[in-house]
T-cell receptor, first 114, second 114 residues
Framework: DGGITQSPKYLFRKEGQNVTLSCEQN?????MYWYRQDPGQGLRLIYY???????QKGDIAEGYSVSREKKESFPLTVTSAQKNPTAFYLC?????????????FGPGTRLTVT | AQSVTQLGSHVSVSEGALVLLRCNYS??????LFWYVQYPNQGLQLLLK??????LVKGINGFEAEFKKSETSFHLTKPSAHMSDAAEYFC????????????FGQGTELSVKP
């Protein structure tokens, strides 16, 4: 089955620790995205990548880092510099050609930092 | 900058009643338009999309939406609500010629009363 996997589903960390969230897709999509979701605030774009070895900051990139070494993988690191990291994180992918740029979403990772 | 407004953060309907979730966007050039649904602690699932062509778009689970350029709206409707429709709904746009980056509304939580 084609799709996007995110692991783990739930993640707990102590304050001051970096943590990496995994995102893998087998849809052969060129573009991948990371969003943060907080209650009542919708989805906010953290980083996105349209090609391997290249990525751009979204609206709330501070305190986060990403890499895109392979087309199918786009891990997100939440660093200790992120002031309020507890949130639900969603990864998505999409084609960048064609008519719709429709984004497909993974199941999400809920990160709790105490 | 492009923005998306969803009127009403919470909407409650009775089972069997009409569902109407409102979405307006700010753009002089029609963007690509999407409605996504999110069930608790899950990722987003595409309900329907408008890119070009027919302005009345049918989606999954009996939902449809109509693109009205003159009103810059893309409201989501379903003739008869079912208990399983209770979820959060997001309207999103991709501005014309800015391929890929989705801009989300704040979301509307739909409750369905028996």
């Amino acid at each position: 089955d084609g799709g996007i996997t995110q692991s783990p589903k739930y993640l707990f960390r102590k304050e001051g620790q970096n943590v990496t969230l995994s995102c893998e897709q087998n849809l052969n999509h060129d573009a991948m995205y990371w969003y943060r979701q907080d209650p009542g605030q919708g989805l906010r774009l953290i980083y996105y990548s349209q090609i391997v070895n290249d990525f751009q900051k979204g609206d709330i990139a501070e305190g986060y880092s990403v890499s895109r070494e392979k087309k199918e993988s786009f891990p997100l690191t939440v660093t200790s510099a992120q002031k309020n990291p507890t949130a639900f994180y969603l990864c998505a992918s999409s084609p960048i050609s064609g008519a719709s740029y429709e984004q497909y979403f993974g199941p999400g990772t809920r990160l709790t930092v105490t | 900058a492009q923005s998306v407004t969803q009127l009403g953060s919470h909407v409650s309907v009775s089972e069997g009643a009409l569902v109407l979730l409102r979405c307006n966007y700010s753009s002089s050039v029609p963007p690509y338009l999407f409605w996504y649904v999110q069930y608790p602690n899950q990722g987003l699932q595409l309900l329907l999309k408008y890119t070009t062509g027919a302005t009345l778009v049918k989606g999954i689970n009996g939902f449809e939406a109509e693109f009205k350029k003159s009103e810059t709206s893309f409201h989501l409707t379903k003739p008869s609500a079912h208990m399983s429709d209770a979820a959060e709904y997001f309207c999103a746009v991709i501005p014309y010629n800015q391929g890929g980056k989705l801009i989300f509304g704040q979301g509307t939580e739909l409750s369905v009363k028996p």
